[in-house]
């Protein structure tokens, strides 16, 4: 089992920015690939962003691509985005979860969750 618990979100003007966490704790963080999902009200959970166990490698959504920045810290079992020019379609709540494969992008492939923490971004 692993435990994820997301902190981080709030409320914040267009343009602003927040930075979220993912702290980890159970089975060892660094055996996990890590992503970041989010889900507004009425649609489908959809990908952000995901990093690779090492950290070397990172994946993002091409609609991110240059706003939001994934990173780890494996010696604080922690996984973070950082978000950038946030608009007010960036409005819901963002989960981390784990995963062992490579396919990303793919909520099925991922494991473990957290409970999510709201961001709402006003216009």
């Known amino acids: 089992q692993v435990q994820l618990v997301e902190a981080g979100g709030g409320l914040v003007q267009a343009g602003g920015s927040l930075r979220l966490s993912c702290a980890a704790s159970?089975?060892?963080?660094?055996?996990?690939?890590m992503g970041w999902f989010r889900q507004a009200p009425g649609k489908d959970r959809e990908f952000v962003a995901a990093?690779?166990?090492?950290?070397?490698?990172?994946y993002y959504a091409d609609s991110l691509k240059g706003r939001f920045t994934i990173s780890r810290d494996n010696a604080k079992n922690t996984a973070y985005l950082q978000m950038n020019s946030l608009k007010p379609e960036d409005t819901a709540v963002y989960y981390c979860?784990?995963?062992?494969?490579?396919?990303?992008?793919?909520?099925?492939?991922?494991?473990?969750w957290g409970q999510g923490t709201q961001v709402t971004v006003s216009s």
């Open positions: 979860a784990t995963t062992r494969s490579t396919y990303y992008s793919r909520t099925q492939r991922y494991d473990y």
């Open positions: 990093i690779s166990r090492t950290g070397g490698s990172t």
């Open positions: 159970g089975r060892t963080f660094s055996n996990y690939g």
